[in-house]
């Protein structure tokens, strides 16, 4: 077995933080701000399902052959610099010609390439601190995460106030180019490519297994269902919350930066307490109050129309994705130990859970023109439930029992809900 050399206060380590933050901006894009930028020129939910669905479809095409390449690849500080640049590059096309065009090559080109982006960023932090800090290290990538979007959420809404377009465009390229230089801050030589890939600890085979282990693991496929569903009804309240009020207000990039941001600042608490709730309660419980949060942000988004109701609507958001954005790959590296597969095994649950928040745009835009904004949200909402059946169905495989030491030899307690 290999051992990872970086430690919790070394460079590389620091250098990861840094990334998260400034990565929470320069990853997206134009992100949460189109459907804002967009409604108040006169787009429609219908025309914005689209374009977040045509980006979807691209994006789960690309994402588990992404995987596969992360999982094979030692270079993988390069597999986030590239899309970094060409992702910054078409949203400033986009912000500079908002056309049919711009914006739909743009934000085709961005799902693409951005598509690797995640993948890269769990090998690299696997590679740089092996399983056994791996619950530990995804919550604190999360925490830096969330909060570099609270900072870049912040700062565009004082860029708008003070400098309008100029200043959105001036935070963009500062974003990008300090993600640049957090990665290359990171020590390659630190990376253990073999933990990296789900290595670390194997059954004593040569190497890694084949492609077909990803398709035979029950917990994987079922974990990818879930999230399917659960991505389907989550994934369009948010944008359809950013297009209401936008037009509404007349101001989408500071609308849109409240309503994100509330949402931001809960997914930081979420990051905080989510180790203490796998230690204490496990990681099944963590995926119950996950799924359990959408409905009730459904309903509350359904039923009432104020701008002030968006604050228990977005904090629900920040439990529900946030605890989702942290369990998954936990979820995703205990199926996958021993098996070399890691990457393409998180890549292919990335691109089923896709499908689901690829086709709920389209269905979001339908729902809305059909019978407003409320029916969407009601409708999405409820969909939650089969994702908490089928969890519960496949609870077992999807979050197997984990008995190995963490970094202080202290033993979790997931056998106590597995």
């Given amino acids: 077995m290999t051992t990872t050399t970086a430690n919790l206060g070394s460079r590389s380590i620091i250098a990861l933080a840094f990334l998260n933050f400034f990565l929470a901006d320069a990853r997206d894009g134009l992100g949460p701000f189109l459907d804002g930028f967009l409604a108040t020129r006169g787009w429609s939910p219908m025309t914005l399902g689209m374009v977040a669905t045509l980006g979807g479809v691209l994006g789960m095409i690309a994402t ?3 995987g596969a390449w992360v999982d094979s ?3 993988k500080r390069m597999l986030i610099c590239i899309p970094v640049v060409l992702v910054t590059a078409a949203a400033l096309w986009t912000l500079m010609a908002p056309g049919n065009f711009s914006v739909f090559g743009g934000q ?3 799902a693409i390439v951005g598509a690797i982006i995640g993948p890269a960023l769990m090998g690299l932090t696997l590679g740089l601190v092996g399983e056994k800090r791996f619950t530990r290290q995804v919550s604190a990538n999360e925490f830096w995460n969330h909060a570099g979007n609270v900072a870049s959420l912040a700062a565009i809404y004082a860029a708008t106030v003070l400098f309008g377009m100029a200043g959105i465009i001036g935070l963009m390229i500062i974003t990008a180019v300090a993600t640049l230089i957090a990665v290359f801050m990171i020590d390659p030589g630190a990376i253990d490519h073999k933990a990296a890939r789900g290595l670390e600890q194997d059954d004593g085979a040569p190497g890694p297994s084949g492609f077909s ?3 035979a693991s029950r917990g994987l496929i079922m974990l990818a269902i879930t999230l399917m569903i659960f991505h389907f009804g989550n994934a369009p309240i948010s944008r359809l919350i ?3 009020f936008s037009v509404q207000l007349g101001t989408p990039f500071r609308t849109t930066a409240i309503t994100t941001g509330v949402a931001q600042v809960s997914m930081i608490a979420v990051a905080l307490a989510t180790p203490f709730l796998i230690r204490r309660f496990g990681l099944s419980f963590v995926f119950i109050v996950a799924l ?3 409905p009730i942000r459904g309903a509350i988004a359904g039923t009432f129309t104020s701008f002030d109701w968006i604050f228990p609507v977005q904090i629900l958001d920040g ?3 946030g605890l989702i954005g942290i369990a998954t790959p936990l979820a995703v590296e205990r199926i996958m130990a021993g098996t070399g597969r ?18 709920s745009n389209i269905a979001a835009g339908w729902l809305t023109d059909l019978g407003g904004y409320s029916l969407a949200y009601w409708v999405h909402g409820s969909v939650a439930a089969l994702a908490i059946a089928t969890f519960m169905l496949g609870r077992k495989a999807i979050v197997p029992p984990d008995h190995r030491a963490d970094r202080d030899g202290a033993i979790t307690s997931e056998h106590l809900t597995a």
């Fill in 319 to 321: 439990v529900g994705a």
């Fill in 242 to 244: 950013a297009q209401d």
């Fill in 292 to 294: 359990t949060a959408l």
């Fill in 73 to 75: 690849s030692r270079h």
């Fill in 64 to 66: 588990p052959l992404f």
């Fill in 213 to 215: 282990v990803v398709f």
């Fill in 342 to 359: 890691f990457n393409v095994g998180l890549a292919s649950v990335m691109t089923i859970q896709g499908i689901g928040a690829s086709t």
């Fill in 108 to 110: 085709s080109a961005t």
